[in-house]
Structures are given as C-alpha cells and as structure tokens.
C-alpha cells in the first residue's frame, strides 16, 4: 500500500513540471548513422504566468550518441519569450529571480536553463537562458524581456 501514495506523488509532479513543446527544426549536418545534427525550436509556457510562453532554440546532437542519448549537445542557446495571450499572475506572489524550466543537455553533467527575473520597477518580466556543467560552466547566454503593462502589476514576494 506504500507504493500506491509514492506512485501519485511522483506522477503529479512530473505531470506538473513543465514542458517544452517543439515548434519545429531544421537539419544543419546530414549523419549516415543515426538522427542528424539539428536546431530545434521549443515553446515552454511559463508555469506561474499565464499568457506568457517563451521559445528557445538550440542545438541537437545526432548520430549514434545523439540516438542512445548519450550526446553532449552545445552551449548556445537563444531566446524570445512573448505576451501569447492576457497576462495572470497563477498562485502567490513570484520572488524576484526563479529558474521556470531545464532540461538535460548530456547524459549527466550539462542543463539547459531558463530563469525568470523581475524588473518591478519596470514592471517587466525578463528571461535568461543559460547552459550550465557540474564543472564547468558556459558564459553563453540569451535574454528576453516581456513587458507587462501599466494596469497589470506583477505580484513580488
């Protein structure tokens, strides 16, 4: 009976978490084993803002590595994050500087991150992407501004 609670615990948060949905990609190195190199595009919603989504693009790895999951892809990130619709504040309010999204970028080591940051004074929301590494990091890095508007403003804790 222990494994049951455990069990719907792990699947709400992973259900929770959020996810990139790819827009799409495109072939820059054509591998005669395995998938080829890429550039792929992938929208993430941000969890605690309704009405802003963010879409990144970044290197994919292929061939026989990229295939078994095992590929380090590249550091390079971009990053435009946009008002997709009106613009809520879900559950309290957000602190100052947050990481909203990451994913695995090699087998272990290296992740791609998004972090949101806000501007109150300027009442914007500004987003960073960044790649990070257990032992080395990269300065590589993109960052992307949503203004908020003047009848909105942005809940800080």
């Known amino acids: 009976m222990t494994k049951r609670p455990l069990a719907l615990l792990l699947l709400t948060l992973l259900l929770g978490a959020a996810r990139a949905e790819t827009i799409g990609e495109v072939d820059t190195v054509f591998k005669l084993i395995g998938p080829d ?25 292929g061939g026989i590595k990229g295939a078994l999951g ?21 559950g309290k309010p957000l602190p100052a500087q947050e990481e909203v999204f990451s994913e695995r970028m090699s087998l272990l080591f290296k992740r791609l991150r998004v972090v949101r940051m806000v501007d109150s004074r300027r009442n914007t929301l500004v987003y960073l992407t960044y790649s990070d590494r257990v032992i080395e990091g990269s300065p590589q890095n993109a960052v992307a501004v949503v203004e908020v508007g003047p009848d909105v403003v942005i809940p800080v804790k």
């Open 37 to 61: 190199h890429k550039i792929v595009v992938e929208a993430y919603d941000d969890p605690k803002v309704q009405g802003v989504t963010c879409y990144v693009s970044r290197a994919r790895t």
């Open 70 to 90: 095992v590929a380090e892809d590249r550091a390079e990130a971009a990053i435009a994050c946009r008002q997709v619709g009106p613009i809520r504040f879900t």
